[in-house]
């Protein structure tokens, strides 16, 4: 599927913000297709979004590592 945000502002840390927020909402996707504006193409951009990627991987290994104790066979 698809999601557009209007943004006041276009950015780098305004599409941290908003791309954060889709990601919290449906998951990491495996594409994201871009115009490959500045805001894009930012160390800023890659950095947050890395580390983004790395919190929500770690959160979800725990939430696994959680589960494996509650329910070993």
Do not use: C, N, W
């Amino acid at each position: 599927y698809i999601e557009i945000a209007l943004l006041s502002t276009t950015t780098s840390s305004q599409v941290i913000k908003h791309l954060k927020s889709i990601f919290t909402r449906h998951g990491i996707p495996q594409i994201v297709v871009s115009d490959i504006g500045p805001q894009f193409s930012s160390d800023l951009l890659r950095k947050k979004l890395i580390s983004t990627i790395s919190q929500v991987v770690t959160g979800m290994l725990r939430q696994m590592e959680r589960q494996r104790g509650r329910y070993k066979l």
